[in-house]
């Protein structure tokens, strides 16, 4: 009789152990946000990563990632941007997508892969995360991409996405270690803009000093992910 009271004890927690470590216990969905690049040029002036926003690898991009919605059974949505910083521009791509952190590190792997790129930024809203996305929605009178850009310099956002649209051009800024809040405060009152934000986890995925060994990483990711996930649809043929 003892030995049944005991076992009757043990049993749900070792059935949580066993769910937990073959990795059966659902992951939280929630909204996610990805930055990638079709560009594999170096050294990129600002002028030109404006107009590689609308080039032929930029439309190739962004109807290979609304593809992937099959893949993962998930609906992506992508916005044209641009990936700037203090020296530097590139045309990007900003994908929003509902989704557990695993479906967006293989999505954003997946796309790392196939354009080519050295590493990919994602963030993952969770309420328990230790980064900041800042969301500036800077005056109206506030359009022009090179101004926006000069502006944050002078604040000392250094890193950040411009992503342009009817209404305005947002402003997004990843602060993946939570020392950025002033910096993006006076530069949210520079752009006399609106400032919000949200918390989660942020994370590269791939190595920015060299393009062989991100693809290596973007590779260990997919695999580990279709491992898990076996016999994946293929990407939507009408997109």
Request: charged letters at 25%; aromatic letters at 8%.
């Amino acid at each position: 009789m003892a030995h049944k009271q005991v076992l009757s004890k043990l049993l749900p927690a070792l059935l949580f152990l066993l769910l937990y470590s073959g990795g059966l216990v659902a992951q939280t969905s929630s909204l996610n946000y990805g930055f990638v690049s079709p560009n594999t040029t170096e050294n990129l002036q600002l002028q030109d990563a404006i107009r590689g926003m609308y080039s032929v690898a930029e439309s190739r991009l962004q109807k290979h990632a609304l593809g992937m919605s099959c893949v993962i059974k998930r609906k992506v949505r992508t916005t044209r941007s641009l990936g700037s910083w203090s020296d530097g521009a590139e045309p990007s791509l900003l994908l929003k997508i509902n989704s557990d952190e695993s479906t967006m590190r293989y999505l954003m792997s997946r796309l790392g892969r196939d354009a080519n790129q050295k590493a990919i930024l994602y963030f993952h809203k969770a309420r328990e995360g230790k980064a900041t996305i800042y969301f500036i929605h800077p005056a109206r009178r506030f359009r022009s991409l090179s101004k926006i850009s000069e502006l944050l310099d002078e604040s000392g956002v250094t890193f950040r996405t411009l992503v342009p649209t009817k209404q305005e051009t947002t402003v997004y800024v990843i602060d993946t270690e939570n020392n950025l809040g002033t910096k993006v405060r006076a530069a949210a009152k520079r752009l006399s803009g609106r400032l919000t934000s949200e918390t989660g986890n942020a994370n590269f995925i791939g190595d920015d000093s060299a393009r062989e060994k991100g693809q290596n990483i973007f590779q260990q990711e997919i695999q580990q992910y279709e491992t898990r996930n076996p016999n994946l649809p293929g990407p939507c043929k009408n997109n």
